[in-house]
């Protein structure tokens, strides 16, 4: 409705603008002709009535935008009937229909009475022959008989998928058991799936016992406090188990019962929603474009075809087709989040934000130089080819207009407090011209911002990556709508990125359209030679129109307040990329490690050396084996790393004493990602405990202690190669640079970084130049220290084994020659 009524509000002004464009561009002898198209009718007063002058070409795209609208529904309505059924099919029933009418004439009754008391017990059964009921019992017994067989497979794929223990099972070693269920599994899958198919089948999370919850508590903190802080919390926990935690853990598992998943609402409304602070920097998140790659160089042509390669996604993901995500090919992931990754907005109230949902968004809005534009995305009842996007988006950078009065710095409402801007939106922009550009914008199918400086990676310069990821962190505070899902970036060097807003879903989530977007744009559309969009270029297109502005003088002082607060918020990021290319996941694997155990014990290594103490530390793990999960908290900061690390910082060590303490770190570290997975975590579960107390009113100094702990140390693995569109080995320069975040605490880092291929990590450093403790620069100097000397400690280990070798070797062939 956003949409409509910003067309229908915007059309005398939008014909005028089309007819301007078309005298300005089209020859002479065109004018006319593509005036009366953008017009799309004219009709004269007479005498002896109307005479009424359609536009053939109007006409046309009308129709076959109704044909399209119809065809995808069709495919949908399809689609969810597959989806619905899985993982039998719909010609399931129809052999199950069969067999039933089979046995009417075979005088064998697999029924078992059932059929015969169906057709006695039809309503209107005076009215029908003896044959036609009995072929209506049949076909209802059968068709009874197959929904039980589809609700049976699916409860026991719910069930096998319920079965954890494989993921505990040591690398390349499977027991018989899980060779067993794995087969189960393929055969309870059924084929083709759908990327919905397994939502019903996915088991709900559990919820852990209490006791289980606060003994892993414990242990977690054990690190990190001294003996008389330890007994404290030691009795806090006690205290917490004796009283409230029954009652707390009563209405949970209630909630579990009834609720898909006990954790992701409240996670969303209550970590997200809530929070009255900037969602830039804050919350945000961003994703870089290729390392090395830049497909062509040409702003808006690039622009173009990753818009179009978006749109293929979003058809895909409308109509379900996207192939669903398994662990180990086999395993199903839940598919919950991608549903809102197109036409979503989160939108600002006094005290929580909603996430508003649309469907079939037909535009998209662009910004430009202070200006906004509307582009529609569709033509003729197809999508906008990437010649005619590249068309679009050239006319918006030749536009020469200015900013009106308010509009350069709008944006920047959505980069402060959610207060003010959710006060401004109910002041100024819900009535008149300012409520249908807004929204325009919030009905939009995602955001683009056509950037004016080039970014991206450039060895030649030194903190090319650090300004790149600034730009897509924070950008200029206001050349971004934090509120959209997602805003698209691009910059005139051919460059791209994506800021993400967060409520909506998790980084793997946008990553796997990421992926998909830049495999489509490389190795299927392409460009010319030129660097421009293939096929034809289409100068008949309407032109993108301005968005209309009423800012008074009063809303552009909340807009200037609102900015200088994003400013100061954005100035005080200290950003640090930083590309390990040492070694990579092919020389960990062959030290028989966890690639993600080695980052995370490299970066205690490096926090102790930074800043000389333990901290708490946050590592994200996902939860999506289950229906509707998206993540838990991996505490990283294990007595067996502060083990490790005093061992790495006394010289009196050995090298045996330092690589025994590693791989019982490292394998600490893998067991409680695993625990984390499974639904046996820790963080998750005392975070719905505390806001069950909150309901209740139940005070209670445990969990208002637990949760108020600061995470110095944030950190996060962003995912590779989740659909493996792209050999690696063969195209080693089409990898991703990852993406990143800003720190969580005031004097703490974030951390973020991705494992490319088998031979580079790139590591994302955040923190704050307003703390004195933290230097982004400084710790990525001590990532790179801490993941040299950990190596060394095999390499060490491996010459001795080769010298020990050497030496029984040599002994052998004495041997002989005696």
Same mark, same amino acid.
């Given at each position: 409705?956003?949409?409509?009524?910003?067309?229908?509000?915007?059309?005398?002004?939008?014909?005028?603008?089309?007819?301007?464009?078309?005298?300005?561009?089209?020859?002479?002898?065109?004018?006319?002709?593509?005036?009366?198209?953008?017009?799309?009718?004219?009709?004269?007063?007479?005498?002896?009535?109307?005479?009424?002058?359609?536009?053939?070409?109007?006409?046309?795209?009308?129709?076959?935008?109704?044909?399209?609208?119809?065809?995808? @529904?069709?495919?949908?309505?399809?689609?969810?009937?597959?989806?619905?059924?899985?993982?039998?099919?719909?010609?399931?029933?129809?052999?199950?229909?069969?067999?039933?009418?089979?046995?009417?004439?075979?005088?064998?009754?697999?029924?078992?009475?059932?059929?015969?008391?169906?057709?006695?017990?039809?309503?209107?059964?005076?009215?029908?022959?003896?044959?036609?009921?009995?072929?209506?019992?049949?076909?209802?017994?059968?068709?009874?008989?197959?929904?039980?067989?589809?609700?049976?497979?699916?409860?026991?794929? $719910?069930?096998?998928?319920?079965?954890?223990?494989?993921?505990?099972?040591?690398?390349?070693?499977?027991?018989?058991?899980?060779?067993?269920?794995?087969?189960?599994?393929?055969?309870?899958?059924?084929?083709?799936?759908?990327?919905?198919?397994?939502? !019903?089948?996915?088991?709900?999370?559990?919820?852990?016992?209490?006791?289980?919850?606060?003994?892993?508590?414990?242990?977690?903190?054990?690190?990190? /406090?001294?003996?008389?802080?330890?007994?404290?919390?030691?009795?806090?926990?006690?205290?917490?188990?004796?009283?409230?935690?029954?009652?707390?853990?009563?209405?949970?598992?209630?909630?579990?019962?009834?609720?898909?998943?006990?954790?992701?609402?409240?996670?969303?409304?209550?970590?997200?929603?809530?929070?009255?602070?900037?969602?830039?920097?804050?919350?945000?998140?961003?994703?870089?474009? /290729?390392?090395?790659?830049?497909?062509?160089?040409?702003?808006?042509?690039?622009?173009?075809?990753?818009?179009?390669?978006?749109?293929?996604?979003?058809?895909?993901?409308?109509?379900?087709?996207?192939?669903?995500?398994?662990?180990?090919?086999?395993?199903?992931?839940?598919?919950?989040?991608?549903?809102?990754?197109?036409?979503?907005?989160?939108?600002?109230?006094?005290?929580?934000?909603?996430?508003?949902?649309?469907?079939?968004?037909?535009?998209?809005?662009?910004?430009?130089?202070?200006?906004?534009?509307?582009?529609?995305?569709?033509?003729?009842?197809?999508?906008?080819?990437?010649?005619?996007?590249?068309?679009?988006?050239?006319?918006?950078?030749?536009?020469?207009?200015?900013?009106?009065?308010?509009?350069?710095?709008?944006?920047?409402?959505?980069?402060?407090?959610?207060?003010?801007?959710?006060?401004?939106?109910?002041?100024?922009?819900?009535?008149?011209?300012?409520?249908?550009?807004?929204?325009?914008?919030?009905?939009?199918?995602?955001?683009?911002?056509?950037?004016?400086?080039?970014?991206?990676?450039?060895?030649?310069?030194?903190?090319?990556?650090?300004?790149?990821?600034?730009?897509?962190?924070?950008?200029?505070?206001?050349?971004?709508?934090?509120?959209?899902?997602?805003?698209?970036?691009?910059?005139?060097?051919?460059?791209?990125?994506?800021?993400?807003?967060?409520?909506?879903?998790?980084?793997?989530?946008?990553?796997?359209?990421?992926?998909?977007?830049?495999?489509?744009?490389?190795?299927? /559309?392409?460009?010319?030679?030129?660097?421009?969009?293939?096929?034809?270029?289409?100068?008949?297109?309407?032109?993108?129109?301005?968005?209309?502005?009423?800012?008074?003088?009063?809303?552009?002082?909340?807009?200037?307040?609102?900015?200088?607060?994003?400013?100061?918020?954005?100035?005080?990021?200290?950003?640090?990329?930083?590309?390990?290319?040492?070694?990579?996941?092919?020389?960990?694997?062959?030290?028989?490690?966890?690639?993600?155990?080695?980052?995370?014990? !490299?970066?205690?290594?490096?926090?102790?050396?930074?800043?000389?103490?333990?901290?708490?530390?946050?590592?994200?793990?996902?939860?999506?084996?289950?229906?509707?999960?998206?993540?838990?908290?991996?505490?990283?900061?294990?007595?067996?790393?502060?083990?490790?690390?005093?061992?790495?910082?006394?010289?009196?060590?050995?090298?045996?004493?330092?690589?025994?303490?590693?791989?019982?770190?490292?394998?600490?570290?893998?067991?409680?990602?695993?625990?984390?997975?499974?639904?046996?975590?820790?963080?998750?579960?005392?975070?719905?405990?505390?806001?069950?107390?909150?309901?209740?009113?139940?005070?209670?100094?445990?969990? $208002?202690?637990?949760?108020?702990?600061?995470?110095?140390?944030?950190?996060?693995?962003?995912?590779?190669?989740?659909?493996?569109?792209?050999?690696?080995?063969?195209?080693?320069?089409?990898?991703?640079?990852?993406?990143?975040?800003?720190?969580? !605490?005031?004097?703490?880092?974030?951390?973020?970084?991705?494992?490319?291929?088998?031979?580079?990590?790139?590591?994302?450093?955040?923190?704050?130049?307003?703390?004195?403790?933290?230097?982004?620069?400084?710790?990525?100097?001590?990532?790179?220290?801490?993941?040299?000397?950990?190596?060394?400690?095999?390499?060490?280990?491996?010459?001795?084994?080769?010298?020990?070798?050497? @030496?029984?070797?040599?002994?052998?062939?004495?041997?002989?020659?005696?």
């Amino acid at each position: 409705m956003g949409g409509l009524s910003s067309f229908q509000t915007d059309r005398p002004r939008l014909c005028r603008e089309l007819l301007w464009d078309s005298f300005l561009q089209a020859p002479e002898k065109k004018k006319m002709a593509e005036a009366h198209q953008a017009v799309g009718f004219q009709f004269t007063v007479r005498p002896d009535g109307v005479d009424l002058k359609l536009s053939q070409e109007v006409i046309k795209n009308i129709y076959l935008s109704g044909v399209t609208a119809w065809k995808k @529904k069709a495919i949908q309505f399809k689609n969810g009937i597959l989806t619905g059924v899985y993982p039998a099919s719909p010609s399931s029933w129809l052999i199950v229909v069969i067999a039933m009418m089979s046995s009417l004439y075979t005088y064998i009754d697999p029924s078992l009475g059932m059929i015969e008391a169906i057709k006695e017990n039809l309503p209107y059964k005076d009215c029908m022959s003896v044959q036609t009921r009995a072929v209506l019992s049949a076909i209802l017994f059968a068709t009874g008989l197959w929904l039980f067989f589809i609700y049976l497979m699916r409860y026991t794929l $719910k069930a096998l998928l319920s079965y954890h223990g494989w993921i505990f099972e040591s690398h390349g070693k499977m027991s018989r058991a899980t060779k067993l269920w794995l087969s189960l599994v393929k055969m309870f899958s059924g084929r083709r799936p759908l990327l919905y198919s397994f939502q !019903a089948a996915l088991p709900r999370l559990p919820v852990p016992r209490v006791d289980d919850t606060v003994q892993k508590y414990l242990e977690s903190v054990r690190p990190l /406090l001294d003996s008389e802080q330890y007994n404290q919390m030691e009795i806090l926990a006690n205290g917490f188990k004796e009283t409230e935690a029954a009652q707390l853990q009563r209405y949970l598992i209630l909630k579990s019962w009834w609720a898909t998943n006990y954790v992701s609402d409240w996670w969303e409304e209550y970590i997200y929603l809530r929070s009255r602070s900037p969602i830039m920097v804050n919350s945000n998140f961003y994703i870089m474009d /290729l390392l090395y790659v830049t497909p062509t160089h040409r702003q808006a042509a690039r622009a173009g075809n990753v818009v179009h390669a978006m749109l293929q996604y979003r058809r895909k993901l409308e109509r379900g087709e996207h192939v669903p995500l398994r662990a180990l090919g086999i395993v199903p992931m839940c598919s919950t989040q991608m549903e809102r990754m197109f036409n979503t907005t989160r939108i600002p109230g006094i005290e929580t934000d909603i996430v508003q949902h649309l469907t079939d968004r037909k535009h998209l809005i662009v910004y430009h130089k202070g200006r906004f534009f509307k582009v529609w995305l569709y033509t003729g009842g197809r999508h906008l080819l990437p010649s005619e996007l590249e068309t679009q988006f050239q006319r918006i950078l030749n536009d020469k207009s200015e900013p009106q009065p308010g509009e350069l710095k709008l944006a920047a409402l959505t980069a402060g407090d959610r207060v003010p801007w959710a006060r401004a939106r109910i002041k100024y922009f819900s009535h008149g011209l300012n409520k249908v550009s807004l929204d325009a914008i919030e009905s939009a199918a995602f955001f683009l911002t056509l950037d004016e400086e080039p970014q991206g990676y450039d060895p030649a310069k030194d903190n090319s990556l650090d300004i790149y990821a600034k730009s897509l962190l924070h950008g200029k505070c206001y050349d971004r709508w934090f509120d959209k899902s997602f805003t698209l970036i691009s910059y005139p060097n051919g460059k791209m990125g994506v800021n993400i807003e967060h409520s909506w879903a998790d980084a793997p989530i946008v990553g796997h359209m990421w992926e998909y977007v830049l495999a489509t744009d490389c190795f299927h /559309l392409g460009y010319t030679e030129e660097g421009h969009c293939k096929g034809d270029v289409n100068r008949g297109l309407p032109c993108p129109t301005r968005l209309q502005w009423q800012i008074s003088a009063e809303c552009q002082d909340v807009i200037e307040t609102s900015y200088l607060l994003a400013r100061q918020l954005a100035d005080d990021v200290d950003f640090h990329g930083h590309l390990f290319s040492e070694f990579g996941k092919g020389l960990i694997k062959k030290c028989r490690t966890s690639p993600d155990a080695f980052i995370q014990l !490299a970066l205690q290594l490096a926090q102790f050396r930074d800043q000389g103490v333990f901290c708490l530390t946050y590592e994200s793990s996902m939860t999506r084996m289950f229906r509707d999960g998206r993540t838990e908290t991996v505490r990283s900061c294990t007595s067996e790393a502060v083990a490790f690390v005093r061992a790495m910082e006394d010289p009196r060590s050995t090298n045996a004493h330092r690589l025994a303490l590693f791989q019982r770190a490292a394998e600490k570290h893998q067991n409680m990602y695993r625990l984390a997975m499974t639904g046996s975590g820790i963080d998750r579960h005392l975070f719905c405990l505390y806001i069950v107390s909150k309901y209740l009113g139940v005070e209670s100094p445990f969990l $208002k202690k637990v949760l108020s702990e600061p995470w110095k140390l944030s950190t996060s693995q962003t995912p590779q190669q989740q659909l493996n569109l792209v050999d690696i080995n063969k195209f080693p320069k089409y990898v991703g640079a990852g993406g990143g975040f800003g720190p969580v !605490a005031d004097d703490g880092y974030g951390v973020s970084y991705i494992i490319v291929g088998e031979n580079l990590i790139t590591f994302h450093i955040s923190s704050k130049f307003s703390s004195p403790d933290t230097d982004s620069g400084r710790f990525g100097q001590h990532i790179w220290k801490a993941m040299i000397d950990i190596q060394a400690l095999f390499k060490l280990e491996n010459n001795k084994r080769m010298v020990e070798n050497g @030496k029984c070797v040599h002994l052998e062939h004495l041997k002989k020659l005696m």
